[in-house]
C-alpha cells in the first residue's frame, strides 16, 4: 500500500469514527474513502512536492492532534504550536489557550513555554479561530543552509512563521543511525536436555532448507533456534553458531555501542588529525590505510634488513621475535574487542566472539559475543591498576580487571582529571592525591571486592600511604602492590595485549566502552582507551607511527589496561592449580578429622564461601558444627548459627547463647537484637536487650552501642526515655565509627539550622558508606547548602547511594544525566535506568517521569502503568497526564474523570481540559456555560 493511501485511510478512519460515534468504516465502504482523496491525503509534502508531483494542488493543514503530529513526524519538525482562540458564548469575549504538537503528542503548554518556543525560532506557529481548524502553510524545503520559508493564511487562521525542518543529527554520514534503546539481557527459557536436542534439529533442517534453497528466513529461523540452545549452554548449537560465523553467515553486531561510537568520533574536534577525520567513514577508512602502511613497511624492512644474528645456544630466545626475527606489531583495532554486559561477581562459561574471521581488524565493527551463555562461573581474580598522573594535563587513570581461565575482563576504565591540589606534606609528590580521587578508587575496589591494587610509582612515591589511609580497615582484604615501570612502553603493551587480542580473549564490559566513548573531554579523541589502542604502534618502523602520523599525545588509559593484564598474568602463574588445591583439601580434611579445630574452621568457612571448592552448605554446616559442639568453639559456634535456616530458630538461639557466653562480641550483640525485637520462640524483653547490648558496647561494638542510644532515646512502656543517656550512647556510637549515629548528629545540627555542621558530620557518615547519609551529601552539593554547589561531586555521592538503592539518590542521579549537568552531555538512558530504579522502589517522582518519557515515545500502555502508580499516590499531574492518555485513545469519559480529579487537586491545567470537554461534550454532556466557568476559574 503506497503512503498515500496509507494516509489518507488514516485520516478517513479518524473522521468516521468522529462522526459515527467512534466506530470503523466498513472495508467495502469504498466510497467514503475516494471522498479523502483530495482532502488530507497530501499532507506529508512539502509546498515544493506538491507543485511537482501533484500538479500544483496543495497540502492541506488539519487538527493539530491528528494531521499535526503527522506532519511533525513526516518533515521531521520539533513541534507546532497552536494558538486556540475560543469565544465566551455569553460575553463573546476571546478565551486564548497554547497548545504544543510535537511528532507523537498534542498537549497544551502555559505562556512561558509558549515564549521560550518563540524565542527559538525553530517552531512554527499557527493561529486558530473556533470552530475553524483547516489552514493551508506552504511549507517549502531549504535548498540552502539558509532558512527558505513562506506563510500564507485564510479566512479560517494565519501561520505566523514556518522554519525549515530540522536536520538529524548525522544525517550526513553514510554509517549514522539512531541510537537504539539499550537492550536488557533477554529472559532465557530455560529448556529440558529433550527439547533443546529436538530444537537443534529442527534448525538443522531449517538450515538445509536454507541451504538447497537460499530463503533467508530459514536461516534467521536455524539462527533464533540455535541461539536459544546455545543460551541454555547446549554445546552443539553453540558450535553450530560458530560454524555459521566462520562462514560468513551469522554474527552479532553491537549496534548500541556502534551507534556510541559513530556519535564520538563525529563530536571529535574536526581537527584532530593530521588529515581531518571528524567523519565515521573517513575516520574508518584512516584506520584501514594506517594498517595497510604497518604491513607495507613491516614487509618492507624483511626484504631489505639482514637476517637477525642467530642466538647463542642455550640463550632464552626473545618472546617479542617472530620467525623471520623481527618483532610484528600491526595496529590494534576495536573490531577485535569483545563488547557485552558484565556481571560484577560472575562470567558465562563460554564467549565466543561474534565477528567475522574473513575480515582484517578495523576500526569499523564493534562486536558482542556470538551468544550468551546462561551456565555462569566466578571471576578467579580480580585487580585495579592505578597510575597516578603527571605535573601537566596527564589523568590519573584506573582500570578494574578479572580473570577467569583463559578469559581477560574490563570491568571499569577511565581517568580522573590531572593538575590536582597536592595535600602531603611529600615534597616528591605532585599530584594525584585529591581526596575525591582517593575516594573513587575505593569506591571502585570495594564494589569490584578487589584481591590487589596495583600503583605505578614513577610519579607519586606518597600516593600509596594516602590510597592506604584511605582504605582504612579494607587494607586487610585489599592488598597494594607497587609498580616501577621502565621499560619501553609500546612493546610492553603490545606484547600483552595483541595475544588477547588476536585470540579474542579481551572481554570489555559495554558500559565501561560507551562510557570511554562519552568521557571529558568529550571533543578530544587522544583521552580515550578506545582511540590510544587504535593509535598505538611500536616506533621501529615509522617515524609516523601513529593513528593520526603524528606523536600520541595521551596513552595512560592504554597503559593502565596493559599494567592491570600483566597483573592478571601475573596472578594466574603463580596461582594454585586445580590438583594442588585439591591436594590441599584433602590434607585440610585429615586434620580437621583429627580434631584440629582451625582446620575445621577453614573447612567450613571454604565451603560457605565457595573458596576453592564449590559453595555447599550443608558441608559448611558439617564442618562448623563438630568445631561448635565437640569442641565449644564460639567463632563455629557464631558462624553455625548464622548458616542455619530460620525453621531452625531454636538451634539459632542457642548457638548465639553459647557463642555469647563464650566471649563472642558479635554474638552478644544479636542476643541483643533478638530480645529486643522478640520471636515465636523467644519473648521481647527490653532489659535483657539492654543487658547484652551494654555487654557487646563495652567490649567496642558500635552497633550495640547505637542500638542502646535508640532505645533510650524513643523510650518504652518497661523503659524510661532519656535523652541524655541516648546521647551519652550515641557519642560512643560515633567514637565507635558508627555511621547512623553520626547521621543523627547531623540531623541536630541541621535542627539546629547549622547547615555547616550538619553537612560536616552528613559527610563523615557518607564516608563511612551509609546511604541515607550519602543522598544527603549529594543533595547538599546539588543545593550548594552548607557547601559550595558542585554538580561533579553531588554526582559522585549520588552514584554511591543510588548502588546502595536509595531511591533518592537514585532520582537525583537520573535528573542529572537527563539535564546534562555532568560532562555537559545529555544521557537519556542512563537517566531512564535511575528512574526505573527509583520508581520501582516506590518513589513517586519517579514513576511520574518514567509516565512522561513512555508517553513522549508514544507508549501508552507502560506510560499508564506509571502514570498508575504514581496517580495512587495522589500524584496530581500523573492524574492529570493519565487524562491526556485516555483523551488521546478518545476514551472520553475516563480522561474526564482524571481531569475532574486533578482540578480537586487544584491543578489549574485541568480546569482548561474540562472547559474544553463541557465545551465539545466529550465524555460529558455539551454545557456551554460550565465551559465558560471553567476557562474562567483557569485563568483565575
Known amino acids: 500500500m503506497s503512503s498515500i ?13 468522529h462522526e459515527n460515534k467512534n466506530t470503523r468504516p466498513k472495508t467495502k465502504d469504498k466510497k467514503y474513502y475516494a471522498n479523502h482523496e483530495n482532502n488530507y491525503s497530501k499532507i506529508q509534502y512539502t509546498a515544493d512536492e506538491c507543485a511537482k508531483e501533484f500538479y500544483g494542488d496543495i497540502a492541506i493543514w488539519g487538527r493539530p492532534w491528528v494531521e499535526g503530529i503527522m506532519l511533525c513526524q513526516k518533515l521531521e519538525l520539533e513541534g507546532i504550536i497552536s494558538i486556540e482562540i475560543l469565544i465566551n458564548p455569553d460575553t463573546k469575549q476571546q478565551i486564548i489557550s497554547y497548545y504544543l504538537t510535537t511528532n507523537s503528542k498534542y498537549k497544551q503548554i502555559n505562556e512561558e513555554v509558549l515564549k521560550q518556543l518563540m524565542g527559538s525560532k525553530r517552531v512554527p506557529i499557527i493561529i486558530n479561530k473556533q470552530d ?30 514556518t522554519p525549515s525542518p530540522n536536520k538529524k543529527r548525522g544525517a550526513d554520514t553514510e554509517t549514522s543511525q539512531k541510537n537504539p534503546v539499550k537492550r536488557a539481557r533477554p529472559d532465557i527459557t530455560y529448556l529440558p536436555q529433550e527439547e533443546l536436542e529436538s530444537s537443534c534439529t529442527k534448525a538443522d533442517e531449517f538450515l538445509e532448507g536454507y541451504n538447497q534453497k537460499e530463503e533467508k528466513t530459514l536461516l534467521d529461523r536455524a539462527i533464533k533456534l540455535y541461539k536459544q540452545a546455545a543460551e541454555n549452554g547446549y554445546k552443539a548449537a553453540q558450535d553450530k553458531l560458530v560454524t555459521l560465523r566462520d562462514k560468513g553467515l551469522y554474527q552479532n553486531l553491537d549496534l548500541e555501542a556502534m551507534a556510541s561510537y559513530t556519535e564520538a568520533i563525529k563530536g571529535a574536534m574536526d581537527d584532530h588529525f593530521a588529515k581531518p577525520a571528524g567523519k565515521i567513514k573517513e575516520f574508518i577508512n584512516h584506520a584501514r590505510n594506517r594498517r595497510r602502511d604497518y ?26 621475535q617472530t620467525a623471520e626475527g623481527r618483532s610484528h606489531h600491526p595496529p590494534m583495532r576495536i573490531s577485535d574487542l569483545i563488547v557485552m554486559d558484565l556481571d560484577i561477581f560472575r562470567t558465562p562459561k563460554r564467549i565466543i566472539w561474534g565477528g567475522n574471521p574473513k575480515q582484517l581488524p578495523n576500526a569499523q565493527y564493534i562486536y558482542g559475543p556470538l551468544f550468551r551463555d546462561s551456565k555462569t562461573l566466578k571471576y578467579d581474580f580480580k585487580v585495579l591498576a592505578v597510575d597516578t598522573s603527571g605535573s601537566g594535563g596527564d589523568e590519573t587513570t584506573y582500570c578494574v580487571a578479572k580473570r577467569r581461565g583463559d578469559y581477560y575482563f574490563i570491568a571499569e576504565v577511565g581517568g580522573l582529571g590531572g593538575g590536582y591540589e597536592d595535600k602531603t606534606k611529600d615534597t616528591k609528590a605532585s599530584v594525584g592525591n585529591k581526596e575525591s580521587i582517593l575516594d573513587e578508587l575505593v569506591r571502585l575496589a570495594i564494589k569490584h571486592q578487589i584481591n590487589v591494587i596495583t600503583v605505578e610509582t614513577n610519579k607519586d612515591p606518597a600516593f600509596v600511604r594516602l590510597l592506604e589511609k584511605k582504605l582504612g580497615p579494607k587494607q586487610k582484604e585489599i592488598k597494594i602492590e607497587t609498580k616501577h615501570q621502565s621499560r619501553n612502553k609500546e612493546a610492553r603493551i603490545n606484547e600483552v595485549l595483541q595475544p588477547l587480542l588476536k585470540t579474542h580473549k579481551l572481554i570489555i564490559s559495554k558500559e565501561a566502552l560507551i562510557n570511554d566513548f562519552s568521557s571529558a573531554p568529550q571533543d578530544d579523541l587522544y583521552f580515550k582507551f578506545f582511540y590510544q589502542l587504535m593509535a598505538l604502534v611500536e616506533d621501529n618502523l615509522s617515524s609516523g607511527k601513529y593513528f593520526d602520523n603524528g606523536k600520541l599525545q595521551h596513552d595512560d588509559r592504554i597503559d593502565v589496561v596493559a599494567s592491570a593484564m600483566i597483573l592478571l598474568k601475573e596472578k594466574s602463574q603463580n596461582a594454585p592449580t586445580k590438583q594442588t588445591r585439591k591436594s590441599y583439601l584433602r590434607e585440610l580434611k585429615k586434620e580437621a578429622k583429627k580434631g584440629n579445630i582451625k582446620a575445621q574452621l577453614e573447612l567450613g568457612r571454604n565451603y560457605k564461601a565457595g573458596l576453592g571448592v564449590e559453595e555447599d552448605l550443608d558441608e559448611a554446616e558439617k564442618w562448623l558444627r563438630i568445631a561448635a559442639e565437640k569442641y565449644d568453639n564460639p567463632d563455629a559456634q557464631f558462624e553455625l548459627a548464622e548458616i542455619l535456616p530460620s525453621i531452625k530458630e531454636d538451634e539459632k538461639f542457642n548457638f548465639y547463647s553459647k557463642s555469647a557466653s563464650n566471649g563472642h562480641v558479635p554474638a552478644m550483640y544479636k542476643l541483643g537484637e533478638t530480645y529486643s525485637i522478640g520471636s515465636e520462640l523467644v519473648a521481647k524483653d527490653e532489659n535483657e536487650a539492654i543487658r547484652w547490648y551494654t555487654e557487646a558496647a563495652s567490649k567496642g561494638h558500635a552497633a550495640a552501642a547505637y542500638a542502646l542510644a535508640k532505645i533510650y532515646l524513643n523510650g518504652s512502656a518497661t523503659i524510661r526515655q532519656d535523652k541524655k543517656e541516648a546521647w551519652r550512647w550515641c557519642e560512643i556510637a560515633v567514637k565507635l565509627g558508627h555511621p547512623k549515629a553520626m547521621y543523627k548528629v547531623a540531623q541536630k545540627h541541621e535542627q539546629d539550622k547549622n547547615d555547616i555542621e550538619a553537612f560536616k558530620w552528613y559527610l563523615k557518615a557518607a564516608k563511612n ?14 543545593e550548594g547548602k552548607g557547601v559550595a554547589q558542585d554538580y561533579q561531586e553531588a554526582f559522585v555521592w549520588y552514584e554511591k547511594a ?17 539535564q546534562g549537568r555532568v560532562h555537559n552531555r545529555q544521557d537519556k538512558e542512563k537517566a531512564i535506568f535511575w528512574f526505573h530504579k527509583a520508581a520501582e522502589q516506590g518513589y513517586v517522582e519517579a514513576q511520574f517521569i518514567l509516565g512522561n518519557i513512555f508517553q513522549e515515545q508514544n507508549d501508552y500502555k507502560k506510560a499508564t502503568v ?52 463541557y465545551h465539545h461534550g466529550w465524555g460529558v454532556e455539551q454545557d456551554r456555560k460550565m465551559a465558560y466557568y471553567f476557562f474562567t476559574k483557569t485563568n483565575t
Not at 535548498?143 to 512563521?161: E, K, N, P, V, Y
Not at 604491513?295 to 642466538?311: G, H, I, M
Request: net charge positive.
Open 5 to 17: 493511501k496509507k494516509n489518507k485511510i488514516l485520516v478517513a478512519d479518524w473522521d468516521y469514527r
Open 132 to 161: 475553524n481548524l483547516h489552514f493551508v502553510p506552504l511549507l517549502l524545503k531549504e535548498s540552502t543552509s539558509q532558512s527558505s520559508s513562506s506563510s500564507s493564511s485564510s479566512s479560517s487562521g494565519a501561520i505566523i512563521t
Open 295 to 320: 604491513e607495507r613497511k613491516y614487509q618492507e624492512r624483511l626484504k631489505n634488513k639482514a637476517p637477525a644474528t642467530p642466538e647463542k645456544k642455550g640463550k632464552k630466545k626473545s618472546i617479542k
Open 769 to 782: 558508606n551509609y546511604a541515607k547519609a550519602q543522598f544527603l551529601v549529594g543533595s547538599k552539593y546539588d
Open 802 to 818: 543510588a548502588q546502595s538503592d536509595e531511591p533518592r539518590a537514585q532520582y537525583g542521579l537520573a535528573q542529572i544525566y537527563w
Open 866 to 917: 506509571w502514570y498508575k502508580r504514581a496517580a495512587d499516590e495522589q500524584h496530581k499531574l500523573a492524574i492529570f497526564s493519565l487524562g491526556t492518555i485516555y483523551e488521546e485513545e478518545k476514551k472520553y469519559k475516563e480522561a474526564f474523570e482524571c481531569y475532574k480529579e486533578a482540578s480537586e487537586l487544584d491543578l489549574a491545567e485541568a480546569n482548561n481540559k474540562i472547559g474544553h470537554f
